[in-house]
Antibody, heavy 118, light 106 residues
Framework: EVKLQQSGDELVRPGASVKMSCKAS????????MHWVKQSPGQGLEWIGT????????SYNQKFKGKATLTADKSSNTAYMELSRLTSEDSAVYYC???????????WGQGASVTVSS | VQMTQSPSYLAASPGESVSISCKAS??????LAWYQEKPGKANKLLIH???TLQSGTPSRFSGSGSGTDFTLTIRSLESEDFAVYYC?????????FGSGTKLEIK
């Protein structure tokens, strides 16, 4: 069974950074790209970017360039996203999602909430 | 590519059929997916390639369309179908989602 287990919810101060994780199991981690998606409170879904773990290649939504950094650790089958210089606009739930052979997101993590507050 | 999804809210009774529309601001071929969001559960891929049911998706779900206009139809609604639905284009980066349709029990 494909499973994506995300790290826990975070409460962070404005201006700080946060790094969240997404641990994959049930499949070969390097065979599939991993996407990250943002859902702001009461809002829809925004695509942040994607990483291909096999070759550490990333693609970002221009809106999130400089805000999000995607990495992957092949040894632990874990994808990471770091968000920097946090503001209240970054308060949201963040999801990781595996890209399948049809380029769609066929498995999603449970989401990790980030609250930016002083 | 902007994705315009409608309606944003839909109320229906079990057994009824409903349709949700998704329009792309330019042609995306058939590179469209539909997802279901339910509280406490991971988002679920229902349909990809505009009309291909993901393994495990009940046959009462169907997708149609290509180019710019797409539709998700759910026939004979069951209680488990009341959720939020999103369309998403994956024809080009940045991937974009529709604003969602909340399907509630009437």
């Amino acid at each position: 069974e494909v499973k994506l287990q995300q790290s826990g919810d975070e409460l962070v101060r404005p201006g700080a950074s946060v790094k969240m994780s997404c641990k994959a199991s049930g499949y070969t981690f390097t065979d599939y790209a991993m996407h990250w998606v943002k859902q702001s409170p009461g809002q829809g879904l925004e695509w942040i970017g994607t990483i291909i773990p096999l070759i550490d290649t990333t693609s970002y939504n221009q809106k999130f360039k400089g805000k999000a950094t995607l990495t992957a650790d092949k040894s632990s089958n874990t994808a990471y996203m770091e968000l920097s210089r946090l503001t209240s606009e970054d308060s949201a739930v963040y999801y990781c999602a595996r890209e399948d052979n049809y380029d769609v997101m066929d498995a999603w993590g449970q989401g990790a909430s980030v609250t930016v507050s002083s | 590519v902007q994705m315009t999804q409608s309606p944003s809210y839909l109320a229906a009774s079990p057994g009824e059929s409903v349709s949700i529309s998704c329009k792309a601001s330019k042609s995306i071929s058939n590179n469209l997916a539909w997802y279901q969001e339910k509280p406490g559960k991971a988002n679920k891929l229902l349909i990809h390639s505009g009309s291909t049911l993901q393994s495990g998706t009940p046959s009462r779900f169907s997708g149609s369309g290509s180019g710019t206009d797409f539709t998700l139809t759910i026939r004979s609604l069951e209680s488990e179908d009341f959720a939020v639905y999103y369309c998403q284009q994956y024809n080009e980066y940045p991937f974009t989602f529709g604003s969602g349709t909340k399907l509630e029990i009437k």
